[in-house]
């Protein structure tokens, strides 16, 4: 519920005080809370992180379409990588490069500066914090990660947000991202028709995109009558090491499989390397498909099968979208159209 503009409309409540209680509560006056929640240096830092932690706690959040009727806009869109999930994934993970580019390109065409954060182990309520310090006039999220409450928790009273990752069950916030079911039914569809039949699937399915990524290659086993056994379900995660391990450990296990679907081209790669290393050969004794179609798909040895998702139109889309919320539209979620593209692995 919005605070009446009388006693400081910059903040948004979840319940039904206002601005005026939370004063009350903090003994002081509502423009120091004003100030405290702005991150105002005139306010001392220990009240501050009193004022802040009683917004948290009574889930306050800051009203930007308010306050952007008195302050002028930062011009600044944050661009935020949550990695609850993988703490040790970097920036420079191709996939991040190449989506912070595009949206970068669509950012700066509108003339807005970028506000990049990684936040590596988000604990408690920090989707929270980075709003109230209103740095940016909106956020653009790349990636669920294991953060969809968080996410969840802020989209009713929070706007200016777009998240880049998959459609989920009781979803409330703004998704652009493609049909990661259809997309992974392309991928083991494909190895089906060039005749594999042990098919492992790559991947931790309690990321949501990887989870919808899992839940379509489980389809498009089950349609070819085929089963898919727990044992060539392997949870590799994102970075190269974790992959190269869970590869390693599934082939160590003695696991009968002849085609792997990787839920990332990262995985994929990593995947080509180990079977390389155990003296099995891509294609030949097992083929490999990914997902993303990064740059270096098309120039692996051999080159990688992927699944394309189109970043430079979702970049664009997740911005227009944000633009759209910015101004009070109610933009809603996007789903973009997978694409095979076969090469030689």
């Given at each position: 519920?919005?605070?009446?503009s009388?006693?400081g409309?910059?903040?948004?409540?979840r319940?039904?005080?206002r601005m005026?209680?939370l004063?009350?509560?903090?003994?002081?006056?509502?423009?120091?809370?004003?100030?405290?929640l702005?991150d105002s240096?005139l306010?001392?830092?220990?009240?501050?992180?009193?004022?802040?932690a009683?917004?948290?706690a009574?889930g306050?959040?800051?009203?930007q379409?308010?306050r952007?009727l008195?302050?002028?806009r930062?011009?600044?869109?944050?661009?935020?990588?949550?990695?609850?999930?993988?703490?040790?994934q970097?920036?420079s993970?191709?996939?991040?490069l190449?989506?912070i580019?595009h949206?970068?390109d669509?950012?700066?065409?509108?003339d807005y500066?970028?506000l990049l954060?990684?936040?590596?182990?988000?604990?408690?309520g920090w989707?929270?914090?980075?709003?109230?310090a209103?740095?940016?006039?909106?956020?653009?999220?790349?990636?669920?990660s294991?953060?969809h409450?968080?996410?969840n928790?802020v989209?009713?009273?929070?706007?200016p947000?777009?998240v880049w990752?998959?459609?989920?069950q009781?979803?409330r916030?703004?998704?652009?991202g493609?049909?990661?079911i259809?997309?992974?039914?392309?991928?083991?569809?494909h190895?089906?028709?060039?005749?594999?039949?042990?098919i492992?699937?790559?991947g931790v399915?309690?990321?949501?995109?990887v989870g919808?990524?899992?839940?379509g290659y489980?389809?498009a086993?089950?349609?070819a009558?085929?089963?898919a056994?727990?044992?060539?379900?392997?949870p590799?995660?994102?970075?190269?090491?974790t992959?190269?391990?869970?590869v390693r450990?599934?082939?160590d296990s003695?696991?009968?499989?002849?085609a792997?679907?990787?839920?990332?081209?990262?995985i994929a790669l990593t995947a080509i390397?180990?079977?390389?290393?155990?003296g099995?050969l891509?294609?030949?004794?097992?083929s490999v498909?990914?997902?993303?179609?990064?740059?270096?798909?098309g120039h692996s040895?051999?080159?990688?099968?992927?699944?394309?998702?189109?970043?430079?139109?979702?970049a664009?889309?997740?911005?227009?979208?944000l633009?759209r919320?910015?101004v009070?539209?109610?933009a809603?979620?996007a789903t973009?159209a997978?694409e095979l593209i076969v090469?030689?692995?």
């Open positions: 519920m919005r605070g009446h009388n006693n409309g910059d903040v948004l409540g319940g039904r005080m005026a209680d004063a009350r509560i903090a003994g002081v006056s509502t423009s120091t809370v004003s100030r405290a702005a240096p306010i001392p830092a220990a009240l501050r992180d009193k004022i802040v009683l917004a948290q009574h306050y959040v800051v009203n379409s308010a952007s008195r302050l002028r930062n011009h600044t869109i944050g661009v935020v990588i949550p990695l609850g999930h993988e703490s040790g970097l920036i993970d191709p996939f991040f190449e989506m580019g949206l970068a669509a950012i700066t065409a509108r500066e970028i954060t990684k936040v590596a182990k988000p604990t408690s989707l929270d914090r980075i709003i109230q209103h740095r940016a006039d909106g956020l653009l999220i790349i990636g669920q294991d953060q409450l968080a996410l928790g989209a009713e009273s929070y706007r947000m777009v990752g998959g459609r989920v009781d979803q916030y703004c998704t652009v493609v049909d990661n259809g997309g992974a039914r392309l991928a083991v569809e190895l089906i028709k060039q005749g594999r039949r042990r492992a699937f790559l399915p309690e990321l949501p995109e919808l990524r899992q839940q489980m389809e086993l089950a349609d009558g085929l089963s056994p727990s044992e060539l379900i392997a590799a995660h994102f970075t190269t090491d992959a190269s391990s869970t450990n599934l082939i003695g696991a009968d499989f002849d792997i679907f990787a839920a990332s081209d990262v390397q180990a079977l390389r290393a155990s099995r891509t294609p030949d004794d097992v498909v990914g997902f993303d179609d990064i740059a270096l798909a040895e051999p080159p990688l099968t992927t699944v394309r998702q189109n970043l430079g139109e979702g664009r889309l997740m911005v227009d979208l633009f919320r910015m009070g539209e109610d809603p979620s973009l997978p090469r030689r692995s």
